[in-house]
């Protein structure tokens, strides 16, 4: 019995799962269907029964043209007080680990600026090359 792909016991109706059976006097393999309850097992016998899926979800992280100006608002950022900011010369900003843009491995720090006064704010942000 079989529903969208997903292949239940006869016996108990619990899920049953793709393993591998090893035949060490003829020296082969072959995919069957086992229960982990019970012992009830099934050998595929179309070719579509012997496909097994596997779905890997990698979510990452876009670093797009991001508005970060109330960032420094948030207290829970690292700030470092001797990193100047190329826009508007203010020496203290907040840092962050963010993926790199083009899907290599490895992580970026990205800097916004801190720099407030009253209604004027720079939220420049730059990372670190």
């Known amino acids: 019995m079989s529903l969208r792909g997903i292949r239940f016991c006869k ?6 799962y793709a393993k591998e059976q090893i035949d060490t006097d ?23 029964e012997f496909l097994v899926y596997h ?9 797009l043209d991001e508005d970060y100006k109330d960032y420094p608002l948030d207290p ?6 001797d ?9 203290e900003a907040i840092i962050f680990h963010s993926e790199r843009e083009t899907g290599e491995a490895g992580m970026r720090l990205t800097y916004v600026c801190t720099y407030r006064d009253n209604d004027d704010v720079c939220g420049y942000s730059w990372q670190q090359v």
Do not use: G, M, W
Not at 26 to 48: A, F, G, H, N
Not at 83 to 91: E, L, V
């Open 11 to 16: 016996d108990c109706a619990n899920i049953l």
């Open 26 to 48: 003829r020296d082969t393999r072959r995919l069957i269907y086992s229960c982990r309850i019970c012992d009830y097992t099934e050998i595929p016998s179309t070719t579509e």
């Open 55 to 63: 779905r890997r979800i990698r979510r990452t992280a876009e670093h």
């Open 76 to 81: 829970t950022f690292t700030r470092v007080r």
């Open 83 to 91: 990193s100047r900011c190329p826009k508007c010369s203010n020496p």
